[in-house]
């Protein structure tokens, strides 16, 4: 059985097929891996995985942070991260009409961009615009 299927013992590097971040992930991880490789060989597997633990933090944070919007996930939901869902949760109503911020969003979602860019002034304002 493959550690990556969804049966059996879930695996600390595995992502759910929901957010379909596994193919972002891995083509980020590559273009690092690449720029390792091009520095130097020395110490490479911890400069690489020191690199990538960025990208898969960010996976990571989109993914939980969605999930605990759902009742029925446990986790901690700390001010934060409500303040978080609820932004998110406006941000998602206005991209709806809004192409900047459904272009961000969507960017975000992709990993073309970090989710900080959600909080860049110019889609905070036409989000948090009454």
Do not use: I, K, N
């Amino acid at each position: 059985m493959s550690p990556l299927t969804s049966h059996g013992p879930p695996c600390p590097w595995q992502l759910t097929p929901v957010y379909g971040q596994g193919m972002s992930v891995a083509c980020l991880e590559a273009v690092l891996l690449g720029h390792a490789l091009a520095d130097r060989t020395d110490d490479l597997p911890q400069r690489f995985f020191d690199s990538a633990s960025d990208v898969v933090d960010v996976a990571w944070l989109l993914a939980t942070t969605a999930d605990l919007a759902f009742d029925e996930t446990d986790g901690s939901r700390s001010l934060p991260t409500r303040l978080f869902d609820r932004y998110v949760s406006r941000v998602v109503d206005t991209a709806h009409d809004d192409g900047e911020v459904s272009s961000t969003y969507g960017r975000v979602l992709s990993m073309e961009v970090p989710p900080t860019a959600l909080l860049r002034p110019g889609v905070a304002a036409r989000v948090l615009r009454p």
